[in-house]
């Protein structure tokens, strides 16, 4: 018999040629449905297995969009009953309760779901060890229940903070003891941990013109003063920081692969970089966010080894490389600060969950991470090619730029619009006058990973975009 509740068929169009996620699509019909009052409360949804047969999709997928609408306080599990629509629902926002996120404003949404054509930041989904990392993610869980109950070193697990000395011997030639690594959450907390221990508040910072966003931000909010300063060819004008700001007391640069033009600095540029933090006491920040994924021959050795690393302070994490759902990353101090940077990180930012750690220690132990990478670098060099042909016949001018591509746009066309219109449409480009703090000196044009692009989605994301720039 068939429950009168349950609506014999939903009208849910899924569209596998567009660019938003099938999941995506799913969850917005059915959120729709339930606020226009089409599911009426107390309505029962179809079981995950129906609509999945329905629909042609995996079951997982619709678990996924059920989860999300009962995070929303849209619907409710009833066990037995099924996924029922909640008989009342949360409130519609007044236009004078605005949403608490405004600083969110400027990072890549959808959260905590899979990337979006374009999204930078992000490795490719697809070709992630999911089963692998499951099996060595189930054996840390149970390693760590077993473990003791004390507090945890907040520097790290001492055989994740031993396996990334090794692994940075190897692959970024930096020679460093364990104690000088600290575990983090990420680039964040580790910049953070960096910021307070160098006491930057109120003091002059030299930061790559265009530069990284977040990292502006986070100078901003640690109240230091900011000085730009230019980035050409081969990296950070070094002669145009002395001139503007000698007195300067820290520089965060992205010497490996300049973020976002993809530039290394040059052998000239960081001999003269080393020696200015040398002579003038200063610190260098390292940013090492794509590591040695370097798609142009190898990686350039960090500025943190050889011959004045005493001057800098090295961040690194596995968010690029493996997931950023992981994370977990990691900070390299210099011996005359690291027990500094340890003080801080004991008692406000500890190292994070010690199950990841584990997970993340046998992941390098057993040699799966640089394969992993090696792989990485085959594949992102293949669609970054891929995705420079497809965009220049839309985009002609289009130039490589780390693992993705910068793609001029006509003057009169405002970047910051494009990107607008194309998050509304699926895809995540990123504007490059954004990342510039002298905004009247901003160039114009769109910032696009390709980590993300496939032979299913290449053509559609990149004619998607090719006609929201024509329209303007």
Request: charged share 20%; with cysteine.
């Amino acid at each position: 018999m068939t429950d009168p509740n349950t609506p014999a068929a939903l009208s849910i169009q899924v569209d596998p040629a567009t660019a938003v996620p099938i999941g995506d699509q799913i969850h917005a019909s059915l959120r729709q449905a339930i606020v226009e009052g089409r599911l009426l409360p107390g309505q029962r949804l179809p079981s995950g297995r129906d609509l999945a047969a329905q629909l042609g999709v995996a079951r997982g997928t619709i678990r996924v969009a059920y989860d999300r609408l009962i995070a929303e306080n849209l619907v409710f599990g009833a066990g037995s009953a099924g996924t029922r629509v909640c008989a009342r629902l949360p409130p519609s926002q007044a236009d004078d309760e605005a949403p608490l996120d405004g600083p969110l404003a400027g990072f890549t949404r959808p959260y905590s779901s899979a990337p979006l054509p374009f999204q930078m930041g992000v490795p490719a989904h697809d070709a992630f060890p999911a089963k692998l990392w499951a099996r060595m993610r189930a054996r840390a869980a149970r390693a760590d229940a077993n473990a003791y109950t004390a507090y945890a070193d907040p520097r790290g697990e001492s055989a994740l903070r031993a396996q990334i000395a090794s692994h940075l011997a190897v692959s970024r030639q930096m020679h460093c003891h364990p104690d000088q690594i600290i575990v983090t959450s990420g680039y964040r907390q580790g910049l953070m941990l960096a910021l307070m221990a160098l006491r930057a508040h109120g003091r002059k910072v030299w930061l790559e013109e265009p530069g990284y966003p977040l990292g502006r931000r986070a100078l901003e909010l640690m109240g230091a003063a900011i000085e730009p300063v230019p980035v050409d060819a081969e990296g950070l004008r070094v002669e145009d920081g002395i001139a503007s700001a000698p007195d300067a007391v820290l520089a965060l640069v992205t010497p490996g692969q300049h973020a976002p033009l993809g530039v290394t600095l040059s052998p000239a540029r960081r001999h003269a970089l080393l020696d200015w933090a040398a002579t003038t006491g200063a610190w260098i920040i390292e940013d090492d966010y794509l590591g040695e994924l370097q798609l142009d021959g190898r990686a350039a050795p960090a500025l943190a080894a050889g011959e004045g690393s005493k001057r800098v302070i090295h961040i690194g994490a596995f968010s690029k490389t493996i997931s950023p759902a992981l994370g977990l990353g990691f900070v390299v101090a210099p011996r005359s600060v690291a027990e500094r940077l340890v003080e801080v990180c004991a008692v406000l930012a500890p190292a994070p969950n010690r199950t990841t750690q584990l997970a993340i220690t046998e992941f390098l132990a057993d040699g799966h991470y640089l394969r992993h990478l090696r792989q990485m670098k085959a594949l992102y060099a293949d669609r970054r090619s891929l995705a420079l042909a497809r965009l220049n016949e839309v985009l002609p001018g289009t130039m490589t730029a780390g693992l993705g591509v910068i793609a001029p746009l006509p003057p009169t066309v405002d970047d910051c619009t494009v990107v607008g219109i194309a998050r509304a449409r699926g895809l995540a480009p990123s504007a490059l006058s954004a990342w510039y703090l002298r905004r009247r000196h901003a160039q114009r044009g769109l910032l696009l990973s390709a980590t993300n692009l496939r032979l299913d989605n290449v053509e559609a994301a990149c004619a998607t975009l090719g006609r929201i720039v024509a329209s303007r």
